[in-house]
């Protein structure tokens, strides 16, 4: 049984890419589990400008607050960046492109724009424990009155 078997950084790797094409394919992983199956009864996710969603339903709740906010999404697998701790903590930074409410956004287009995150998980018995996001909430760039700087023409 997979839950009793320990797991390697290949093993953690795996399901965080499960996660990342579950969040691509509105929420479906490859082999069809639905995305919050890939995360403990118990798990947090922080999202910024959210805050901290514990255990399934907040998650739901997250995810569903964001999806609202997203037209679509797409990680840049090929270009992520992984940091594996030697213990259940594994940290992946990468680039992501697509389409919110408020207008479409491409990491490095301009280079200041959002796409550019950093993800830290805590992966044991094959399922997400902990994933806190780091990233620019602001898909859009207009947040200008507050970083007027983003106005100026590129």
Aim: glycine share 8%; proline share 4%.
């Amino acid at each position: 049984m997979l839950s009793n078997m320990t797991m390697s950084d290949e093993h953690r790797k795996s399901v965080i890419l499960d996660y990342f094409r579950a969040f691509d394919n509105g929420g479906v992983a490859p082999d069809g589990r639905h995305i919050l199956e890939l995360f403990s009864e118990d798990a947090q996710v922080y999202f910024p400008k959210w805050g901290i969603a514990t255990g399934r339903t907040q998650i739901a709740e997250l995810f569903a607050d964001l999806s609202a906010r997203l037209i679509s999404i797409t990680h840049d697998y090929a270009h992520f960046n992984w940091v594996f701790s030697g213990t259940d903590v594994v940290v992946c930074e990468g680039t992501s492109h697509g389409e919110h409410v408020d207008g479409a956004w491409c990491a490095g287009n301009p280079d200041w724009a959002a796409g550019y995150w950093c993800d830290v998980f805590e992966v044991r018995d094959w399922k997400i424990h902990r994933c806190f996001i780091y990233l620019d909430p602001d898909y859009a760039g207009q947040d200008c009155l507050r970083y007027p700087w983003l106005a100026k023409p590129i």
